[in-house]
């Protein structure tokens, strides 16, 4: 309490301020969170709800932070901040990246994440309208693993065309537009395109972003392939 109160008195701002801003924060991420199926959430976007109407220096961190604390205790869940991942080095040049491309913006965002057991989580949680797109996100990304965690698009879509997924339907019955359910996945940044040039012109790639990263989606992910090849995670060629 007293740790509270010498913020507050840093920042020259009174209790039920402080409260009022860090109610908008959190309502801003959940309805942000649910409205974008769980894209990432910038951190700029939540420190201009509190730099609007005030200027005091680091009052938008102490909201954050509370806000975060709160959606723990009281929601069960955990405001993670996602740690940019490097694109894989290769021998072929890289194009340099266009103007507010994705490598250069938003040094910082978050994702929520559920606190709860995963068997309460499907249980009481999970919606089973979203189930085919989970599916969906576990089979892209356990190819792009089996290919060593990186793939040239054009052989994505060979294997996801196995599966009978083609990249110019427009009207699946499920998914709609698969390249935009693909797309999907590096705007919730499981995914990340990389194009690089090389002797016979450029070619884009696709990488594991941070969320397929995680240590908790990424044991997931070796659960999944395991239970397909039944046998030990390899690297394996997908050519």
């Known amino acids: 309490m007293a740790d509270e109160e010498d913020a507050l008195s840093q ?4 209790k039920e301020e402080t409260d009022k801003l860090v109610s908008e924060v959190i309502r801003f991420i959940l309805f942000k969170s649910h409205q974008t199926s769980g894209c990432p959430i910038k951190r700029e976007d939540l420190t201009q709800i509190v730099t609007k109407n005030y200027r005091q220096r680091n009052l938008a ?16 869940y955990d405001l993670k901040e996602l740690q940019r991942s490097r694109a894989s080095s290769n021998a ?5 990246p266009p103007p507010q491309s994705q490598s250069s913006v938003d040094s910082k965002s978050y994702v929520l994440v559920s606190q709860l057991p995963i068997e309460t989580f499907r249980k009481y949680v999970v919606d089973e309208t979203t189930s085919p797109m989970t ?9 792009v693993q089996l290919a060593g965690g990186k793939i040239p698009q054009e052989t994505l879509w060979h294997h996801l065309k196995r599966m009978g997924l083609h990249e110019g339907d427009e009207h699946n019955p499920v998914f709609g537009n698969n390249k935009q359910t693909l797309e999907t996945l590096v705007q919730q940044r499981f995914l990340q395109k990389e194009k690089v040039s090389g002797p016979e012109g450029s070619t884009l790639f696709y990488d594991l972003a941070e969320r397929a990263l995680d240590p908790q989606v990424s ?13 030990d995670v390899a690297v394996v060629d997908l050519d």
């Open 11 to 14: 920042f020259n701002i009174s």
């Open 61 to 76: 961190t102490h909201v954050i932070n509370e806000a975060k604390n709160k959606l723990s205790n009281v929601f069960g």
């Open 92 to 96: 072929q040049t890289r194009l340099p």
């Open 135 to 143: 599916g969906f996100t576990f089979a892209v990304l356990a190819i």
């Open 219 to 231: 044991e997931k992910l070796k659960d999944y392939i395991s239970q397909i090849l039944k046998n």
